[in-house]
């Protein structure tokens, strides 16, 4: 039976566009337009445009909200002020990453999450469920605006040269100023012909940028106003293809690859979004009792020495021995640095920066060296 894809309010759009049309996560989304090497390098050189909005939207509103998300995410919610946002995680009892998130304070008592579109309805679920469980008494509010809002990601050095043509200052914004005026992880709303939306200093490339969150109606103008302000900057849009390489480059995880509900945060290397000094959460006590005995795999960076086709996903990752010691999560050709790079899970014993390994690739072992996160580096 053919699955039926959703498209996002972009669709017309990338065709107009030239963008190749593929099967992600549910959704029909653009891979590539002019080629993903070149996207990549625009990304990295000048600036690149993607449509992010298949994700999902939840909003989380009350004078109960911090209280109850903190009690479901592992960072510490409450130190987290208005205006800010933080990356997150949320796990089942185990331990395991139901998904790994982003969540912004808008204001006091007000938050939104910003979830991957393969784990939305599963997030949903899982909160809404749990917010069951708790007293009637408690003041929280739940909103799925997935279907409503979408948001666009514009990323690259050049974009604070032009950011601030396209969005005017809505007024309220506690002390922040233009759009190239927000510090990283920072969050303001904005006007753009008169609507407000909400933008925050974050993404998913390691370069400067920023992702616009905002209703649907206002996402294919949004679009080409973004496109047409940024063209002295060189904007070019940018599709799944090198939205991949560039995460792969910085090491930022993707759910169903470095994260599963079968691992933890501390074998992803992940600890640091881990409080567990703080309030009690779902998973705590699991990831306590790991962090005390030790993680048994843990996952790294490599890259690959010489030459060789590029490592994917799933390809088995041998000592020099010839042990079997873990797996390929996620793997590619770097744009920036012209080699294989990738991560994989393996065994903690072998998970030491400068230890060498070996990927087996279409049959054949090659050898690879286990590297210090991120794998790029700005020069």
């Given at each position: 039976?053919?699955?039926?894809?959703?498209?996002?309010?972009?669709?017309?759009?990338?065709?107009?566009?030239?963008?190749?049309?593929?099967?992600?996560?549910?959704?029909?989304?653009?891979?590539?337009?002019?080629?993903?090497?070149?996207?990549?390098?625009?990304?990295?050189?000048?600036?690149?445009?993607f449509d992010i909005c298949h994700m999902g939207e939840f909003f989380v509103q009350g004078a109960d909200a911090a209280s109850f998300l903190d009690s479901l995410l592992t960072h510490d919610v409450t130190q987290l002020s208005p205006g800010w946002g933080q990356y997150?995680?949320?796990?089942?009892?185990?331990?395991?990453?139901?998904?790994?998130?982003?969540?912004?304070?808008?204001?006091?008592?007000?938050?939104?999450?910003?979830?991957?579109?393969?784990?939305?309805?599963?997030?949903?679920?899982?909160?809404?469920?749990?917010?069951?469980?708790?007293?009637?008494?408690?003041?929280?509010?739940?909103?799925?605006?997935?279907?409503?809002?979408?948001?666009?990601?514009?990323?690259?050095?050049?974009?604070?040269?032009?950011?601030?043509?396209?969005?005017?200052?809505?007024?309220?914004?506690?002390?922040?100023?233009?759009?190239?005026?927000?510090?990283?992880?920072?969050?303001?709303?904005?006007?753009?012909?008169?609507?407000?939306?909400?933008?925050?200093?974050?993404?998913?490339?390691?370069?400067?940028?920023?992702?616009?969150?905002?209703?649907?109606?206002?996402?294919?103008?949004?679009?080409?106003?973004?496109?047409?302000?940024?063209?002295?900057?060189?904007?070019?849009?940018?599709?799944?293809?090198?939205?991949?390489?560039?995460?792969?480059?910085?090491?930022?995880?993707?759910?169903?690859?470095?994260?599963?509900?079968?691992?933890?945060?501390?074998?992803?290397?992940?600890?640091?979004?881990?409080?567990?000094?703080?309030?009690?959460?779902?998973?705590?006590?699991?990831?306590?009792?790991?962090?005390?005995?030790?993680?048994?795999?843990?996952?790294?960076?490599?890259?690959?020495?010489?030459?060789?086709?590029?490592?994917?996903?799933?390809?088995?990752?041998?000592?020099?021995?010839?042990?079997?010691?873990?797996?390929?999560?996620?793997?590619?050709?770097?744009?920036?640095?012209?080699?294989?790079?990738?991560?994989?899970?393996?065994?903690?014993?072998?998970?030491?920066?400068?230890?060498?390994?070996?990927?087996?690739?279409?049959?054949?072992?090659?050898?690879?060296?286990?590297?210090?996160?991120?794998?790029?580096?700005?020069?």
């Amino acid at each position: 039976m053919t699955e039926i894809l959703k498209r996002t309010p972009l669709f017309e759009n990338h065709v107009a566009l030239g963008g190749r049309m593929v099967a992600f996560g549910g959704w029909e989304m653009p891979v590539q337009y002019s080629g993903i090497k070149d996207e990549h390098l625009a990304v990295r050189q000048n600036a690149g445009i993607f449509d992010i909005c298949h994700m999902g939207e939840f909003f989380v509103q009350g004078a109960d909200a911090a209280s109850f998300l903190d009690s479901l995410l592992t960072h510490d919610v409450t130190q987290l002020s208005p205006g800010w946002g933080q990356y997150n995680l949320l796990c089942n009892e185990s331990g395991g990453v139901i998904d790994d998130l982003y969540l912004y304070c808008l204001k006091q008592d007000s938050y939104l999450l910003i979830v991957n579109a393969s784990r939305l309805d599963v997030d949903w679920s899982w909160i809404s469920e749990q917010k069951k469980n708790i007293g009637s008494d408690q003041q929280i509010f739940l909103e799925n605006r997935s279907t409503q809002m979408g948001a666009i990601a514009v990323q690259g050095p050049s974009v604070k040269n032009w950011i601030n043509e396209c969005f005017e200052e809505e007024g309220q914004g506690g002390g922040v100023g233009k759009v190239s005026e927000l510090r990283k992880n920072q969050i303001n709303a904005y006007l753009f012909n008169g609507n407000k939306v909400w933008i925050g200093a974050t993404g998913y490339t390691g370069e400067d940028g920023v992702e616009i969150i905002a209703d649907n109606d206002l996402m294919a103008e949004l679009w080409d106003s973004l496109l047409a302000k940024g063209h002295v900057g060189c904007v070019q849009p940018a599709g799944l293809g090198a939205r991949d390489t560039l995460r792969t480059e910085m090491c930022y995880p993707l759910y169903g690859h470095e994260l599963t509900t079968e691992t933890t945060p501390l074998e992803a290397g992940l600890g640091y979004f881990v409080d567990l000094k703080g309030a009690d959460f779902i998973g705590k006590q699991a990831l306590a009792d790991q962090k005390e005995s030790g993680v048994r795999k843990r996952c790294v960076a490599f890259q690959m020495k010489g030459r060789s086709a590029p490592p994917r996903p799933e390809y088995p990752v041998y000592s020099l021995d010839g042990k079997k010691i873990g797996q390929v999560t996620s793997g590619t050709s770097s744009p920036s640095l012209n080699n294989g790079i990738g991560m994989a899970y393996v065994e903690i014993d072998h998970a030491k920066v400068g230890n060498m390994l070996e990927i087996e690739i279409r049959g054949r072992k090659f050898p690879a060296e286990i590297v210090k996160k991120p794998i790029y580096r700005k020069s």
